[in-house]
């Protein structure tokens, strides 16, 4: 479970912006795409949100679809945008699930997997975006050895994400996101 420490800890140097994100709107190739919440939702891990208000986040933005998904909770933004809207202020709680878009994490067959989000463009038009997945794996390493976040992990799925897909000498250079969970 996440502890106020461990959230503290993953936050602390979290590098989530992409300047690439902002380019793509001022192009007119992406129309937050993420922030849409049509079949589609936020997963927060066991005790993240719990955490978030112990740290004195702001977590009021969010509409609770189910408060015990597989210990975690399944959410979306009341205003069925983006959660970490300005005009909420500083403290308005931006889950890791959103700070690490459109990258997440789960276990398949006892091995932890990065998948990415269909919904993202950069993921549609098969762009890099290596530091936020390195940083992605960072945070999925870092947190999957709790039993109950594994529990989660094991359970829980996103929808429209697809597993990623190295190339196989991505393999051989142990740059492949997937570990073995203990």
């Known amino acids: ?21 902002g380019q793509l709107v001022d192009a007119g190739r992406c129309d937050w795409d993420c922030c849409k919440y049509t079949n589609s939702y936020i997963l927060f891990l066991p005790g993240e949100l719990e955490s978030a208000r112990a740290l004195g986040f702001e977590t009021s933005q969010y509409k609770i679809l189910d408060d015990n998904y597989h210990g975690g909770v399944k959410a979306v933004p009341t205003s069925m945008g983006c959660c970490a809207d300005p ?8 889950s890791l699930d959103c700070r690490i878009f459109p990258f997440w994490f789960q276990i398949e067959h006892e091995q932890l997997v990065l ?16 530091g936020l997945r390195l940083e992605s794996l960072r945070v999925a390493r870092l947190l999957s050895g709790d039993p109950d976040i594994a529990a989660f992990l094991r359970a829980g799925r996103m929808v429209n994400y697809r597993t990623m897909v190295q190339q196989p000498e991505a393999a051989e250079r142990n740059e492949i996101p997937i570990v073995q969970v203990s």
């Open 87 to 94: 005009v909420l202020g500083d403290k308005a709680y931006k």
């Open 1 to 21: 479970m996440i502890t106020p420490e461990l959230l503290a800890s993953v936050l602390e140097g979290l590098q989530e912006k992409l300047s690439l994100c």
């Open 115 to 130: 998948v990415e989000g269909l919904s993202c463009p950069i993921v549609r038009e098969g762009m890099s975006i290596e």
